[in-house]
């Protein structure tokens, strides 16, 4: 199994700024890609940012948030982050870090998509 715990929500004006980080812990070979998605109530979740293990880290953006949020990871300690800028109040949403994970379960080897708990970001003034 994995475990994905996420940081950073909370409070912040429009045009304020956040850092989202997330840690994935377990015994993990591999994490390809890593991510976040968010929800807003009522809606389906969505994609907000993925960023790949491999080479530099290619990223997809969702259209709504490019040139204001940027994402990262440290392959070695199996995390990722999720800087915001320049926010908006559609933003606000519960944000969910996502992983798709190869991990050891008992004595096998399983890939499988693992998400975080979520952390409510709210942008309000």
């Known amino acids: 199994q994995v475990q994905l715990v996420e940081s950073g929500g909370g409070l912040v004006q429009p045009g304020g700024s956040l850092r989202l980080s997330c840690e994935a812990s377990?015994?993990?070979?591999?994490?390809?890609?890593m991510g976040w998605y968010r929800q807003t109530p009522g809606k389906q979740r969505e994609l907000v940012a993925v960023?790949?293990?491999?080479?530099?880290?290619?990223?997809n953006y969702a259209d709504s948030v490019k040139g204001r949020f940027t994402i990262s990871r440290d392959n070695a300690k199996n995390t990722v982050s999720l800087q915001m800028s320049s926010l908006k109040p559609e933003d606000t949403a519960v944000y969910y870090c996502?992983?798709?994970?190869?991990?050891?379960?008992?004595?096998?080897?399983?890939?499988?998509?693992?998400w975080g708990q979520g952390t409510q970001v709210t942008v309000s003034s």
């Open positions: 996502n992983a798709n994970a190869v991990a050891w379960v008992g004595s096998s080897l399983y890939p499988s998509v693992y």
């Open positions: 960023i790949s293990s491999a080479g530099s880290g290619s990223t």
């Open positions: 377990g015994r993990i070979v591999s994490i390809n890609p």
